[in-house]
């Protein structure tokens, strides 16, 4: 077990590199993933999902304990609830003051590629977003991807499906491109979903050069579901997503209220992970769909930004 | 004088200060460009009446393309087709010139800002564009003469200046490829290729279809598709020994443009390199219209910054997939000759298809251009290496054949090997100056648009749409081969692998029987030649006949999937191949109308009558009668797909009916032989017309109001502006159950029956019926609004017509669906081409019972639409309509015999027997139609 100390207010952790000129997905490869690690959170289904996300990956795996007063390293077992066996492997960095704080400056100073954290609140929930304030913390200073553990059941031994919903827009598909190679690296397969909506007064659908929603025009539904679930994968999981063609992708279509109709098909699907491209605002009007979804998912939850 | 660099661009607007222009500047300058297509905006601080005056005298039969605005008070002046001014009050009430400007042509004709130029000095005309302010008259001058310039200059790669004749994409989107790959194909009726960027791309899904040529396909279900032919475009450029790529390129300008007119789709590309050598690329595709075997390909390339080698690599490839993922080729020969390729391919069903491709480097005949050929396991190429010199084009040309094993004309040469048929064409062009191949595709296209191409004054968004329209009916067609039809979604997209529905008769052929009767003819024979398939259907399930198949492809077999995985995650088992029954109705249906509208009975006295007697046997066996003495067909489904397995469809009950009526006559009148051949027993058309007369049709004698189906009117009330917005069809949203249990109807289902059975229904009870359906239907297909369109048209709807014409208009050029990525519309193609002329323009034939050799004009133009411009074949003549708000004018170009012509308005009508040749005119007051007077010849 290697332990680097480190107070909050310092840089947490050695600087990553990255190779320049590397593609996205090899630099992907090479960055940490990072699990935060502090009393009360789900520490085994945290790391158990970090060292499936590293495994895959072939990333060297973190994490960052959040202490009060500084530890020894034979005190952060005990500390986090987990044995010595369990944190075999894990880089550690502990890092005491305000968690918060913590992270901004572990996240700021580590190349992670994602970030683990639990998202069950421990105390008051953030008001923004429903979750641990360590959670919304990470939700809001991360550029990389986040994992939100939640109240669900720690991982399995692997990760077989993910879902990805999708608002049928260029810009959304264009943040997916890490799910895609995620799932080549965990040979999952990618359950696409997208769900329509039917409101009265309800503003337009957005005009997004290249947006697709499912076709108002359905001449002989056999086929149009056919061309519409092959075009929808391939404009934006693999055109845009830039998606390994490799990964088996499945395409789905939800209606109603989208927040409820995700879980329902990730209830439905069995999936392992839900992933999520988030617009990063959790204004008064914005977000709803993402809050509730994070907050009620059946299982983990992988954050991408937009 | 240097004229600028960005003044170096084929404009289609050109807005300019009428005062620094001479009148010579203005007739010799402006007019060559409003000859061309260009529209051209006259500002002026003068007399505005007598600037038009004058304008209109310099634009001669060109005027329709000229505005004169007024600067400062809003007024705007357009021409009418005889060069008169007439105002444009488009725009809100109030608004500058240029406003209104912008709502009567910049908006509806999508022209961009790059197209428009702008001449005038500050502030000038608030229109954006490329601006340029006049240095004196000199300057214009020679602005505008580099306008005319450049149409000459850039020859075959000029994009069209009038922008009602293309269809134009603007930048490289991955994430719209496909479905302007889908816009922009080109056909000829034989084969069809999607408008895929020659070097291709990771989004690019290039094909091209053989029309007819079926093979299984890798669907759970594996029904037929088209055949995706070998690649034929495919191109590599290699500019200084790098790969020009769009996508990984720095791509400066890119767009590519459909030229309607001519058939032909042009690319326009500057873009360079890694090591920055830029080029500027051109290329021309066209699929020939006049030889329907040969392709034309041509390519531009000037360095913009270097002198130095371009490589071009032109390439017949076997490398193809379908989209359902089957690989239909099994095996390819490829062979290079002195000057030329070839690619022989073989499917696993045995079509052997032979392509040939042979390079021109300039117009000369027999002058072949020095390439390096090489073949592979599965293809063929040629790589031509260029010195080009920094700023000069250099142009090369190709052309291809394609050949099949199954075509009817190397049957008929005795010859099995298509090869050889190919290598002969190919020799004959070689033979010929490529542009003369070029020249004699675009004659074939004018004499196609002589007869199809329809003006609207004051409505250019739904010109330009029809013309979209009618560019890809005359594509999807030949007349050449009756084994084919056209598909879906024609030539142009994978989508529905090709089957041909219902489309055709009832959307699609009132187009080809009015505009292009060779083709009309080669479809009804389609059916003709696919009624053993209709009989075996028939016959499985227990009638007696001919059932059409729902899904047709070669054979005429039943090729509807039976069941589907939906995206909701749902099984779903498909019906409408054992139930959408009206399709032999409408089989039958067209087969009348086309004896009607062309007057020939040739076709319904003898191929048809056995289509019309073998339809009329399964309706005769298909029901049965009630208790109610009436007879009853059950279990079917009707147009409106979201009801199914119902009882009574006032759609096939009221087309049955109308099926057995036309078969009972023609028996009537049966040559005997053909009866005898048919086994015509007597008693049968007595016992079709008892049946028809029996026929349950769903009248509510109290309302007036035709039930769609037993039980509808007792479903849950619906209305679907509840759901004025939505993401998804309705009854996905809705969910299967509540779907079937609510009145909601997926598409023209009544409102049909009321277009196609016109005068078999009183007019209130047609207004009664449309202001009843319409808030049901949802316009789930692609087939509803153009319906929907002609009707309210008919019935005086302004608002709801304009709203519906938009709405069709919109299917395929609106981009608001994402589902064209897999073929345009057809269907909803020709349902804008029958809203414009049988609804606005309201031709129609006379009722049954009247003198048939006749035609009803009952115009009914919409708000704002000023004239119209309609040719039209109607019962072998040949006529052009210029119908107004209160006049119809009428020439009879060719025919032998005088044609009844009655003009309609509110009941009243006026005739005039028109002799061919002559033209006539009749002028309506709120009385009616007055006299029609003959106005010369």
Sequence with gaps: MNIIQDAASRAAAPQGHEEPGEAPESRVGKRRVLVTLHRGAPAGAAVAMGRLVAGALQAPLHGLVFAPEPLEAADVPDHVGLSQEELRGLVLHVATGDPGEALTGALAAQAAAYVVVGSAPVAAPDERVGLGELAARALEIATSGVFLLGVAPAPGSRLSRILLPLDGTPSTAAAIAPAGHLARSLEADLDILLVSEAHPHAPPPGREPGALVAPVYMDQPHHEWAAFSEEFLQRFVGNIGHCPREVPARFYLGAGEPAPEILRFADQLRSDLLVLVWHGDLGKHRGAVFREVVRNAPCPVLVLRR | MRVPESLHHTFRLIALDWEVLSAADAANLIEPLLARGARAALFTDGDLRGVAEAAAALAGPHARNLYVAARGDGALLGFDRRGRPLEIAAGPPGAPAEARLRAALIEPLQIERHDVLVIAGSPGPA????????????????????????????????????????????GFDLAREHEIESLLSIANGYLGSRGSIAEGSSASRPATFIAGAFEPSADVSRVPELVIAPDWGRMRFVIEGEPLSVETGDVVHHRRALDLRRGALLRDCVASGPAGHMVHLRTLHAASLADRHVLIEAVGVAPLNFTGKVEIDAILSGDVRSASGAAHWESFDAGAGPSNLWLVGRTRNGLTAAMTSHLHADESPGAPILADRTTGQRSAAERVHLEVRCGERRDLFRTVTLHTSRDLDVRAAGQPDPLVVGEALRDAIEARAVRDVLRDHERAWAERWDRADVEIDGAPKIERALRFASYHLISAATPEDPRTSVGARALSGEAYRGHVFWDTEIFMLPFYVCCYPEAARSLLRYRYLTLPGARRKAAAAGYQGALYAWESTDTGDETTPSMVIAPTGEVIRILSGEMEQHISADVAYAVWAHARTTGSERFLRREGLEILVETARFWASRGELGADGRYHIRHVIGPDEYHEDIDDSAFTNWMARHNLRIAAAAADDADPEIAARLDLRPGEAARWRELADRMYLGIDPGTGLIEQFAGYFQLE????????????????LLGRARTQACQVVKQADVVQLITLLWDEIPPPVRRQNFLYYEPRTAHGSSLSPGIHALVAARLGLAAQAERFFDQTADIDLGNNMGNSAGGVHAAGLGSLWQAVVFGAAGVRAPPLGEDEDALVIEPNLLPGWRHMKVPLGWRGRSLVLHLEAD???????????????RAARGGAEQSVLAEPGRRYAARADDEGFRRWEEIGS
Aim: without cysteine; negative net charge; hydrophobic residues 50%.
């Design chain 2, 887 to 901: 006049a119809i004018e009428l020439s009879v170009l060719e025919g032998e015999a005088p044609l009844r012509v």
């Design chain 2, 717 to 732: 009330p619906f209305f679907i502006a509840d759901y004025a917005e939505r993401t998804a069809p309705i009854d996905v």
């Design chain 2, 127 to 170: 229109l954006d564009g490329v601006r340029v302010a006049p240095g004196g008259a000199v300057n214009i001058r020679e602005a505008l003469a580099l306008q005319s310039r450049l149409d000459e200059e850039l020859g075959d790669f000029a994009p069209p200046r009038d922008a009602a004749w293309v269809v134009e994409e603007a």
